[in-house]
């Protein structure tokens, strides 16, 4: 049974660049979290997918956008990467989440660096 | 603005000793409580969960929550060098889960 897989691992862009990130959820999960993680921080909420549209949204500007395939996985794209945006990126993918245990199931996230 | 509030430590404990965790949370409405644990340079791993007033014990762990006072804790029993993490507490509201920034365990040999 496969867990949560991110792809790339790691990645490096420079300021001002587009990045992709990209998330295929546990089988049986149908709703999709994404996370930012700074160094020293906890994982601060980006958006959440369900059936194919956002449902929630933390305090990230529009640069930060998303989208969800009838399959369920997900992607997180980030237009104009400022330094700040330099950060683990954690997908999360959990039941959905209509009952109090809807726990999150975390892949090994992304290590995104902007230069 | 809904906040999830932890000591940011580190905290040692001796090794065999038990390690107490706390976390605070701003909004009454909070569904349900979760314990995660994350090793350096890893992603979290669920521990506990927890949604009803009083204690849950699953092993070395016991997760307590307090909704009145807005509280929720976990204890670790027997604490093992391995138990040296930081550990994060996060809080539902409204279908979506809030992490507090985590408390750095050091267990001492």
């Known amino acids: 049974d496969a867990g949560v897989t991110q792809s790339p691992t790691h990645l490096i862009k420079t300021r001002g660049q587009q990045v992709t990130l990209r998330c295929s959820p546990k089988?049986?999960?149908?709703?999709v979290s994404w996370y930012q993680q700074a160094l020293g921080q906890g994982p601060q909420f980006i958006f959440q997918?369900?059936?194919?549209?956002?449902?929630q949204r933390g305090n990230f500007p529009d640069r930060f956008s998303g989208h969800q395939f009838p399959n369920y996985s997900s992607e997180l794209n980030v237009n104009a990467l400022l330094l700040g945006d330099s950060a683990l990126y954690l997908c999360?993918?959990?039941?959905?989440?209509?009952?109090?245990?809807?726990?999150?199931?975390f892949g090994n996230g992304t290590r995104l660096t902007v230069t | 603005q809904k906040e999830v509030e932890q000591n940011s430590g580190p905290l040692s404990v001796p090794e065999g000793a038990i390690a107490s965790l706390n976390c605070t949370y701003s909004?009454?409405?909070?569904?349900?409580f979760f314990w995660y644990r994350q090793y350096s340079g890893k992603s979290p791993e669920l521990i506990m969960f927890?949604?009803?007033?009083g204690d849950k014990e699953d092993g070395r762990f016991t997760a307590q929550l307090n909704k009145a006072s807005q509280y929720v804790s976990l204890l670790i029993r027997d604490s093992q060098p391995s138990d040296s993490a930081t550990y994060l507490c996060?809080?539902?509201?409204?279908?979506?889960?809030?992490f507090g920034k985590g408390t750095r365990l050091h267990i001492l040999p």
């Open positions: 997918y369900y059936e194919e549209e956002e449902r």
């Open positions: 089988s049986g999960h149908d709703t």
């Open positions: 999360a993918s959990s039941p959905s989440l209509k009952g109090y245990y809807s726990p999150l199931h």
């Open positions: 909004d009454r409405g909070s569904q349900s």
């Open positions: 996060a809080v539902r509201w409204d279908d979506k889960i809030i």
């Open positions: 927890i949604y009803s007033n």
